[in-house]
């Protein structure tokens, strides 16, 4: 069983930046496609980026296109959030899928195995 702990979340103010991370205890994410997610209260759970496995391949939802940059090394997963609004407060997740078919591209939702606790984001003045 793959244990995914996100971490970097905090309070920021409008407009500032924060980077989330994402790590696996006691294993690495090598052979793991990534994707991170949000929900905030009261909504449904929102995918916000994908990395494949090795990084060919990322994907990003509208909201956080151009704001939001995910990265990879082989053992840490990385989302650096940008030009933060408060509407970006959420819990953040992050997500893995492992298979052969995920070195060119990213898991679909359904394909995500394991998943995070989350961290906490707040984007307040």
């Known amino acids: 069983q793959l244990h995914l702990v996100e971490s970097g979340g905090g309070l920021v103010q409008p407009g500032g930046s924060l980077r989330l991370s994402c790590a696996a205890s006691?294993?690495?994410?090598?052979?793991?496609?990534i994707g991170w997610f949000r929900q905030a209260p009261g909504k449904e759970r929102e995918a916000l980026s994908c990395i494949s496995i090795r990084g060919l391949s990322t994907n990003y939802a509208g909201p956080v296109k151009g704001r939001f940059t995910i990265s990879r090394d082989s053992a840490t997963v990385y989302l650096q959030m940008n030009s933060l609004k408060p509407e970006d407060t959420a819990v953040y997740f992050c997500?893995?899928?492992?298979?052969?078919?995920?070195?060119?591209?990213?898991?679909?939702?359904?394909?995500?195995?394991?998943w995070g606790q989350g961290t906490q984001v707040t984007v307040s003045s």
């Open positions: 006691g294993s690495t994410l090598d052979y793991y496609a």
């Open positions: 997500a893995a899928a492992s298979g052969m078919q995920l070195f060119r591209r990213c898991a679909t939702v359904n394909e995500y195995e394991h």
